[in-house]
């Protein structure tokens, strides 16, 4: 059985100057697989809010729509369903703009898609953000680490010219337990930048916590607060977003209130 947690909070320094959250967030729980995703408005880009939800929605439509069906065997096909969804969600936008008489630019939002399944696990990805796995085995693997542009905080975002260019997208036949997908407000604290390992303490509790049977919309609560805590504040000022899906594990007993942040 899978289940799926997630929050998006607004950052303290959004919030100092009046700014609305710009990371969103959604996910699909469908009869054999999950779909998430997880978006990050461009600070810079003055609808960035709208573009983020956008993206996510129309993400989530396409990835839907694609695997209601039968689901694809192997990873090029895997790829081609991700990749017609990030073009669907990237016209979206640009059909959002001409309809404003906006830029482009000013929709400007990163993209993580992420499709899990007893035997796949599926990632399309650009701009900033992280995605963090939980393997059958145990060991713990940043599946998708934040890219890096040619400057520092330098990010490319759907919107970029030839932003279809820049899209990673991965589709491997893996068994995993749980999977973690976050924006960079979270990356500093979850994932060394050197290294582009996952750091354990901040990700096992939540694993621990998804593996069990629990309240959906009261832990996705819990983890809102938790997001919007003093320690994780202290620690980073930008919009935060965390989704987190996984597999129940009865043996799991941790709760992700022990999490940890670097």
């Known amino acids: 059985m899978w289940q799926v947690i997630g929050a998006s909070t607004q950052g303290t320094s959004h919030i100092r100057f009046g700014s609305p959250c710009q990371d969103a967030h959604g996910y699909q729980v469908l009869e054999n697989c999950v779909i998430a995703a997880v978006a990050d408005g461009l600070g810079s880009a003055a609808k960035s809010d709208e573009g983020a939800k956008l993206a996510i929605g129309k993400t989530l439509d396409e990835l839907v729509q694609a695997l209601a069906g039968n689901q694809p065997d192997n990873t090029e096909n895997w790829i081609q369903a991700l990749s017609n969804a990030f073009a669907q969600a990237r016209q979206s936008l640009e059909q959002t703009a001409e309809t404003s008489s906006l830029p482009l630019r000013e929709y400007g939002t990163t993209l993580i898609a992420v499709v899990v399944t007893p035997n796949w696990l599926a990632v399309g990805h650009i701009g900033d953000g992280a995605v963090v796995a939980l393997i059958e085995d145990d060991t713990l693997e940043t599946v ?41 407000g979270l990356q500093n604290l979850s994932i ?40 994780i504040c202290s620690k980073t000022d930008d919009d935060k977003t965390l989704v987190v899906v996984g597999k129940v594990q009865p043996e799991r007993e941790k709760l992700y209130s022990d999490a940890k942040v670097e």
């Open 192 to 231: 060394n930048a050197a290294t582009r390992t996952p750091y354990a303490p901040f990700f096992t509790p939540f694993f621990d916590a998804i593996g069990q049977v629990i309240d959906i919309d009261e832990t996705s609560k819990q983890l809102a607060d938790f997001l919007d805590s003093e320690r």
């Open 144 to 184: 998708s680490a934040p890219q890096r542009g040619e400057y520092a905080n330098e990010v490319t975002p759907l919107t970029a010219q030839n932003a279809l260019d820049f899209v990673r997208f991965s589709a491997r036949p893996i068994s995993v337990k749980a999977v973690a997908l976050l924006s960079d």
